[in-house]
């Protein structure tokens, strides 16, 4: 398990959420999608880190999804 030292108490970044609370819900959820597009934000990954202003702590695996 990795422990996230910028989330205190937190030793999952992101957890599978609760069942959805309506039947119509069927979105996949966050962490899902981030297993199933890893690749691709990896390689976002590698790009944006060349930036000065990249922040590891703030730029994370969902804020890298939301560019792909």
Do not use: Q
């Amino acid at each position: 398990m990795t422990s996230w030292p910028w989330m205190k108490g937190v030793n999952e970044a992101l957890a599978d959420p609760i069942e959805p609370v309506c039947p119509e819900d069927n979105r996949p959820s966050a962490k899902k999608l981030i297993v199933e597009y890893r690749e691709k934000t990896d390689k976002i990954r590698d790009e944006v880190s060349k930036d000065p202003l990249y922040d590891r702590t703030k730029h994370d695996d969902l804020w890298l999804l939301r560019f792909y």
